[in-house]
């Protein structure tokens, strides 16, 4: 950023030094040849012809230095078939006419007729003065020396400003560089003192204000790291305390060989692989869960759901309705896990009958099944989320359907309710996801 911020500072500045410089060169060029051609037109002036035809001054040049030798400062009239008038400074040297001009406009140059040591710079005008016919060329020349000087000055007090112009600009671009991103070290710091130990979060109050979103979510990253860490932990122990026991019967069983055993291993073994699918299913989702852009298409979940339930109970009716253009921010393959309990549940315990509507309900997206069957008791429908809870062992199950899909639904930021269906009488499961846009 400095050295982007200094390279920047001098392309500006060489630019316009560049421009000032021209200007500057110009305006002074500008009045030094207006005084050139102000002396030329007081001695045009003040020309006249005698009686022999020649050119006189009929009143002198009031600067001195016409009247100095070599003193810079010349001036000359000339004609062709006549001898040329020179100022007393040009001694015995004399100014080139040159060409004519077919005009009478003055005409501005620069030569070096009298060598590379003086540069002249010479105003000149073809003039036929009054009761004459001859074409009189006027000119006055000036050393450039002086003009070259004032020049070299401009350019030198200019370069040296912009120069310091140039270095205060990039201290100040560095020390604010340097000022802005001085935030970020003590950032730098924290997440150090985080990773050594010596805190667990990013201290704000050390830091300006448009750091402090960076900060916030920093922290909210940790804390959302700490409650997975913590959840995993708390899912491991759960899941180790849960297969201790079938483990400790199937030991027990084996060890006093015991004549059921057969049974005893595969009742226990039914009874953990309940266990591994509830936490491997709360593991899924809890892994999925940080994922911002997860999506799925609410209807095209359900469609799926219901072909795969059709085919286990092809005497249950199952009609849907409602909103099909419905999003929830939720993963597919956890949205169809949820969605298929539930209408596995109501096919399954229902009298034939399942009805599935979605609906938006403000920042959620609600899918509401509902079946004809007997219901559930309202004392019990807190109990049956349970793991392993069965009002109806008559029917095979593990008793972990509601169990996931409360758990999946909760960690997502959603809820799964159960109800009495006022339509078909039976059960109505209202499950509630997040919405997406």
Same mark, same amino acid.
């Given at each position: &950023?400095?050295?982007?911020?200094?390279?920047?500072?001098?392309?500006?500045?060489?630019?316009?030094? =560049?421009?000032?410089?021209?200007?500057?060169?110009?305006?002074?060029?500008?009045?030094? $040849?207006?005084?050139?051609?102000?002396?030329?037109?007081?001695?045009?002036?003040?020309? *006249?012809?005698?009686?022999? @035809?020649?050119?006189?001054?009929?009143?002198?040049?009031?600067?001195?230095?016409?009247?100095?030798?070599?003193?810079?400062?010349?001036?000359?009239?000339?004609? /062709?078939?006549?001898?040329?008038?020179?100022?007393?400074?040009?001694?015995?040297?004399?100014?080139?006419?040159?060409?004519?001009?077919?005009?009478?406009?003055?005409? %501005?140059?620069?030569?070096?007729?009298?060598?590379?040591?003086?540069?002249?710079?010479?105003?000149?005008? $073809?003039?036929?003065?009054?009761?004459?016919?001859?074409?009189?060329?006027?000119?006055?020349?000036?050393?450039?020396? @002086?003009?070259?000087?004032?020049?070299?000055?401009?350019?030198?007090?200019?370069?040296?400003?912009?120069?310091?112009?140039?270095?205060?600009?990039?201290?100040?671009?560095?020390?604010?560089?340097?000022?802005?991103?001085?935030?970020?070290?003590?950032?730098?710091?924290?997440?150090?003192?985080?990773?050594?130990?010596?805190?667990?979060?990013?201290?704000?109050?050390?830091?300006?204000?448009?750091?402090?979103?960076?900060?916030?979510?920093?922290? *909210?990253?940790?804390?959302?790291?700490?409650?997975?860490?913590?959840?995993?932990?708390?899912?491991? /122990?759960?899941?180790?305390?849960?297969?201790?026991?079938?483990?400790?019967?199937?030991?027990?069983?084996?060890?006093?060989?015991? +004549?059921?055993?057969?049974?005893?291993?595969?009742?226990?073994?039914?009874?953990?692989?309940?266990?591994?699918?509830?936490?491997?299913?709360?593991?899924?989702?809890?892994?999925?869960? @940080?994922?911002?852009?997860?999506?799925?298409?609410?209807?095209?979940?359900?469609?799926?759901? *219901?072909?795969? =339930?059709?085919?286990?109970?092809?005497?249950?009716? %199952?009609?849907?309705?409602?909103?099909?253009?419905?999003?929830?921010?939720?993963?597919?393959?956890?949205?169809?896990? &949820?969605?298929?309990?539930?209408?596995?549940?109501?096919?399954?315990?229902?009298?034939?009958?399942?009805?599935?509507?979605?609906?938006?309900?403000?920042?959620?997206?609600?899918?509401?099944?509902?079946?004809?069957?007997?219901? %559930?008791?309202?004392? *019990?429908?807190?109990? %049956?989320?349970?793991?392993?809870?069965?009002? $109806?062992?008559?029917?095979?199950? +593990?008793?972990?359907?509601?169990?996931?899909?409360?758990?999946?639904?909760?960690?997502?930021?959603? +809820?799964?309710?159960?109800?009495?269906?006022?339509?078909?009488?039976?059960?109505?499961?209202?499950?509630?996801?997040?919405?997406?846009?």
């Amino acid at each position: &950023m400095i050295g982007i911020a200094a390279a920047w500072i001098l392309l500006l500045l060489a630019l316009g030094g =560049v421009g000032l410089d021209r200007v500057l060169t110009r305006a002074i060029t500008q009045n030094f $040849d207006d005084q050139l051609d102000y002396v030329l037109t007081a001695m045009i002036a003040s020309a *006249e012809t005698d009686d022999l @035809g020649e050119v006189r001054l009929n009143r002198p040049l009031g600067d001195q230095r016409f009247l100095e030798p070599a003193s810079g400062l010349y001036w000359q009239i000339s004609a /062709g078939g006549h001898e040329a008038f020179p100022s007393r400074s040009l001694w015995d040297r004399r100014l080139d006419p040159g060409p004519p001009h077919r005009d009478r406009q003055s005409h %501005i140059y620069d030569s070096k007729q009298f060598g590379e040591k003086e540069t002249l710079r010479i105003v000149e005008r $073809d003039i036929t003065l009054p009761f004459s016919k001859t074409v009189w060329r006027f000119q006055v020349a000036q050393s450039r020396d @002086g003009l070259d000087t004032q020049i070299a000055t401009i350019r030198k007090t200019v370069l040296r400003s912009f120069a310091l112009l140039a270095l205060g600009l990039i201290i100040m671009a560095a020390l604010q560089t340097l000022y802005g991103l001085w935030p970020l070290r003590r950032l730098r710091e924290g997440v150090a003192a985080m990773r050594s130990g010596r805190a667990s979060r990013i201290e704000q109050a050390r830091l300006p204000n448009e750091v402090a979103p960076l900060v916030d979510e920093l922290n *909210e990253l940790l804390a959302h790291n700490e409650t997975q860490a913590e959840e995993a932990r708390r899912h491991a /122990g759960n899941l180790a305390h849960a297969l201790k026991t079938p483990l400790t019967v199937i030991m027990n069983a084996a060890t006093a060989n015991a +004549t059921d055993l057969c049974e005893t291993v595969q009742r226990e073994a039914t009874t953990m692989r309940r266990q591994v699918d509830h936490h491997l299913a709360r593991a899924r989702a809890v892994g999925r869960r @940080g994922h911002a852009h997860s999506r799925a298409e609410v209807w095209a979940s359900l469609s799926s759901v *219901e072909r795969a =339930v059709a085919t286990l109970y092809p005497k249950v009716r %199952i009609d849907m309705g409602g909103d099909k253009t419905a999003i929830a921010r939720v993963e597919r393959q956890d949205l169809d896990e &949820m969605l298929g309990n539930l209408i596995e549940n109501a096919a399954k315990y229902g009298g034939g009958s399942v009805f599935v509507t979605v609906e938006r309900v403000g920042q959620f997206v609600e899918a509401q099944v509902e079946d004809d069957g007997l219901g %559930i008791p309202e004392v *019990e429908r807190d109990r %049956i989320f349970d793991r392993g809870a069965r009002l $109806d062992t008559g029917k095979p199950g +593990t008793g972990l359907g509601l169990a996931i899909v409360r758990d999946v639904a909760e960690i997502y930021g959603g +809820t799964v309710l159960l109800e009495e269906s006022e339509d078909l009488g039976g059960l109505l499961a209202r499950l509630r996801l997040p919405a997406a846009q």
